[in-house]
C-alpha cells in the first residue's frame, strides 16, 4: 500500500527525541553500525587504522560503546582479526563477486570460505540480480543457500542492492526469498528522505517502508520455522 507508506513516514518524520533518551538512542546506534572500507586501494595500515576507529569511536568521549563490526574484503580478514584482538568488535567480510555479484557459483563459495576461514564472524553477500530480473528466482533461492552452507557458524547477511530491483514489491518479493533461503539478516539502505541522502539516494527505502517490511518477513520467517 504505498499511499499507507507514504503517510506513515510524513508521520514518522514528525517524531524526535530528547534529553537522555536521545542520549542512550545514539549509543544504541553506535553501537549497531559496521564501519566499513571496500576500496580497491585499501592497505593493511588502512583497515588497522578502521579497527582502532571501532574499537574507540572517540578518544576524547569515554563511555561509548565499540561499533558492531568492520567489514572489509576476504584478502584483509586476517589483518583485522589480528588488529581487533579480544575486543568483541565482529568482523564482516563481503563476499560472491561483491559488488556486481557476475561470478560463477564456484568463485562465489570459494570466495566465502576463504573469509570464513581467515576469520570472518559475518559473511555480506550480493545476490544475483540479472538471474532476479529474469524471474529465476530458483536460481537466487539456490545460490543464497548455497552460500549459507559455504558460511559454517558465520552469519550470512544478504545485500539487496534496492536501487537495482527497482520496485518495493520487489525488494519484498527479494528478501522473501533470502529469508527462505537461510539468510540471518537483510542488508537495506535506508533514509527518512532519500532524495536528499548524499549517497545511494536511490537506493534507500524510508523507515516506514523498512518497518512495514520487517513486520511482514517476521509473519514469514514464523512460517517458515525461523525466528
Do not use: W
Not at 56 to 73: M, Q, S
Not at 106 to 115: G, L, Q
Request: proline letters at 4%; hydrophobic letters at 40%; charged letters at 25%.
Amino acid at each position: 500500500d504505498q499511499v499507507g507508506i507514504e503517510e506513515r513516514v510524513a508521520r514518522i518524520k514528525t517524531r524526535s527525541i530528547k534529553g537522555e533518551a536521545k542520549v542512550q538512542g545514539m549509543k544504541l546506534a553506535l553501537s549497531m553500525i559496521d564501519l566499513t572500507t571496500l576500496e580497491g586501494a585499501d592497505t593493511p595500515s588502512k583497515v588497522q587504522q578502521l579497527c582502532y576507529k571501532a574499537k574507540h569511536p572517540h578518544d576524547a568521549l569515554p563511555g561509548l560503546p565499540t561499533c558492531a563490526a568492520i567489514c572489509v574484503y576476504p584478502s584483509l580478514v586476517k589483518v583485522a582479526k589480528k588488529a581487533l584482538g579480544d575486543s568483541g568488535v565482529k568482523i564482516a567480510s563481503v563476499s560472491t563477486a561483491f559488488p556486481s555479484g557476475q561470478a560463477p557459483r564456484n568463485v562465489k563459495v570459494t570466495d566465502t570460505k576463504f573469509a570464513v576461514n581467515e576469520g570472518a564472524d559475518e559473511i555480506d553477500m550480493v545476490i544475483s540480480r540479472g538471474h532476479f530480473h529474469t524471474g529465476d528466482y530458483n536460481f537466487v533461492f539456490d545460490e543464497i543457500a548455497a552460500i549459507k552452507e559455504a558460511c559454517g557458524d558465520a552469519r550470512l547477511k544478504v545485500i539487496l542492492e534496492t536501487g537495482e530491483l527497482g520496485t518495493y514489491d520487489k525488494v519484498r518479493l527479494a528478501s522473501d526469498i533470502a529469508i527462505a533461503a537461510g539468510a540471518d539478516g537483510l542488508i537495506i539502505e535506508v533514509h527518512p528522505c532519500p532524495e536528499k541522502a548524499l549517497s545511494d539516494g536511490d537506493q534507500a527505502l524510508e523507515p516506514e517502508q523498512v518497518a512495514d517490511l520487517m513486520q511482514r518477513l517476521g509473519v514469514f520467517a514464523a512460517a517458515a520455522g525461523r525466528t
